[in-house]
């Protein structure tokens, strides 16, 4: 199991880091722990993987992009830290269900539908 000053400050430096490449080995490191066992105590505590919660974070992430912007697919990917469109697709669809256009879409019709 991670302290808690060890989970806080994990969730926070992937948090801050959505829209980029991550080391889940130097986060490790700022838990001074070795990656094994940083990814199995983080496992335990969390009930995850710590890059499955990174993925999940940016598609959280990506879903409020979705939602309160009209940017552009391609351009939502890139600020969630996916390596393009395509990967940002296949991530966003295993994780939800939905394309991000059929998300979209629907959170959106959803939303006018009510507002």
Not at 1 to 10: D, G, I, K, N
């Given at each position: ?56 974070q ?45 998300w ?12």
């Amino acid at each position: 199991m991670l302290a808690a000053w060890q989970v806080s400050l994990a969730m926070r430096t992937m948090r801050r880091n959505l829209g980029s490449a991550i080391s889940i080995s130097e986060i490790a490191s700022l838990c001074r722990l070795s990656l094994c066992y940083f990814v199995r105590a983080f496992t335990n505590t969390v009930g995850i993987a710590p890059y499955a919660w990174f993925v999940q974070q940016r598609i959280a992430y990506a879903k409020r992009l979705l939602t309160e912007t009209a940017l552009p697919l391609a351009q939502v990917a890139l600020e969630c830290g996916f390596s393009d469109q395509a990967h940002f697709t296949k991530a966003f669809a295993k994780a939800s269900g939905y394309t991000p256009a059929k998300w979209r879409r629907r959170t959106t019709f959803r939303e006018g539908v009510s507002g």
